[in-house]
C-alpha cells in the first residue's frame, strides 16, 4: 500500500536524487527516498538493540562485583610485572 506525501528537498538533495535516477541506479526520485528511509529505519533499530545491550551490560557491572581501589593497583602492579618479565612495551 502507497501513501502520498509532500516532502521537501533541498537543491543539493535533489540533484543527487535526480543523478541517482539519471543514472539508472533507481527507477523514480520516490524509490530514491523509499530506499534512504528503509536504511534509516534499520540503522535506527540496529542502534536501539546496541543501546540496549550496552544498557544491560553497564547494568550487569554496576550489579556485579566492586573491587577496591588498592585491588586495582595490585592488579596493574602484577600486569606491569609480567610486562617487563616478557619485555611488553606499553
Do not use: C, W
Not at 11 to 26: I, N, P
Not at 45 to 64: C, F, H, K
Not at 75 to 80: F, K, N, T, Y
Request: proline fraction near 1%.
Amino acid at each position: 500500500m502507497s501513501v502520498k506525501s509532500s516532502i521537501s528537498l533541498t537543491e543539493q538533495q535533489d540533484s543527487f536524487a535526480r543523478s541517482l535516477v539519471e543514472s539508472g541506479r533507481y527507477s523514480s526520485i520516490s524509490s530514491v527516498l523509499q530506499h534512504g528511509l528503509e536504511l534509516l529505519r534499520q540503522k535506527t533499530e540496529s542502534e536501539a538493540v546496541e543501546t540496549a545491550a550496552l544498557r544491560e551490560l553497564v547494568q550487569q557491572r554496576l550489579n556485579g562485583p566492586m573491587i577496591s581501589a588498592t585491588e586495582i593497583e595490585s592488579r596493574a602492579a602484577q600486569i606491569e610485572r609480567k610486562r617487563r618479565v616478557v619485555r611488553v612495551d606499553s
